[in-house]
């Protein structure tokens, strides 16, 4: 393993790029916001996935696969889901209808992010399935008075909190001076958010110290990394849109339950992916969904392969904004066209490519010098595995075509039959089972043997 390899990471808690240090190297730990499961999950939404399985994928490569625990949640309890199952199952009980819309979006949304070569997180819990941790969280921070009780709301009470700010950088008069800050009569002050509160007949709950209720979006994600990765752990991330209110409250809500100085001690945040210069959303209905890429037609006229998607994401840095067109997609496809497909296989990553990754995940320098590897190895097979490992690494590996053993012979018989034509001097017939192949995807590939200066013919499946 490459312990040696040293990692440096943007920390938006400094606002500094720093040398990485885990808590425990035996259990590197890292969390990241998901997806609120109440429809398809559009491009911009993939890219914080697609940029985090990197960093995942990094961290076992310098850790080893079995030390990192990477979770990634699921919220499934949302006003905006409670509004689609009423749209959409308006015949079904409430929470029947609920679970039919996560069900649905959250296992699309896993087709999704697995077609984009994203790997499994270690967990994926679900909101709906921690309420007791979120319960307790909230006790606490009642019997510890950050907390208060209020027109049927628990709410969290900001200035109990002597830093609360600490993330975003803004202090409390900042926010109350915020128009944007509703100002509720029952909140002791406007930035104070809510941790629970109470559900009518109509509105799924659970029962609870203060009444049949729900919890508030940020103490979801509180209680989801306490209990799978303890009160203080190392990278914490997700969009920027997050980093106020959603973390800044995750923060408040955590240190001040668990009395710690941190929640976790790097914070990271990739930047929007945008179309026509602003933000891809839901709300502006500038967006296209992972599923439309991949499956329709509907942007460019064509399909998407996942890999394509994928590298065009990977070729800006993650704290840049990307601008989504149909010209960088085209670029990422004539880039890959150019790649070698192997098998992982068990070569050695390219340093130059770990350099590059190592210094806040520089994805562009790592694709920069993918491609001269690729360039490499396909004039020089012997650099094929470090190609390989390399492309792992960053999840963008051309895969080898799958075929049948069945064509394979078929194959294998009609190149033998070309070579016995070949020497036959029967060349017509020869170029046409050439042609006749290289129409269904298969190239030819003509070299001698080394000893016996006969002719050999090998084969490969074109991408
Ligand atoms: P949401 O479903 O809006 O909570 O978003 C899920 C994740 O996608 C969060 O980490 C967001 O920050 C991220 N996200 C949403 N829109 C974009 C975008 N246009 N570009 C990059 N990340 C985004
Ligand atoms: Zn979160």
Redesign the pocket.
Known sequence: MGMGTKLKLYNTLTREKTGFEPIDANNVRMY?????VYDF??I??A??VIVFDVLFRLLRHVYGDSHVTYVRNITDVDDKINARALRDFPGLPLNEAIRAVTEKTETQYLDDVKALGCLEPSEQPRATDNIAQMIEIIEKLIAKGHAYRASGEVLFDTKSMADYGQLSKRNLDEQQAGARVAVDVHKRSPGDFVLWKLSDENEPGWESPWGRGRPGWHIECSAMSGRYLGDVFDIHG?????IFPHHENEIAQSRCAHGTEVMANVWMH?????VEGR????SEGNFVTIYDLLHTEVFGGRKWPGEVLRLAMLMTHYREPIDFSIKRLEEAERLLAKWPAADAGDGTVDETVLAALADDLNTVGAVQALHALAQAANADPSVLSRFAASAELLGVLPKKAQIDDAVVLAVDALVAMRLEMLKARNFAEADKIRDDLSAKGVQLKDGKDAATGERVTTWEVKR
């Open positions: 990241v916001c998901g997806p609120t999950a559009h911009g939404n890219r914080p997700g969009g920027l849109d997050l990739n930047g929007f992916l945008q933000k891809m959303s839901k």
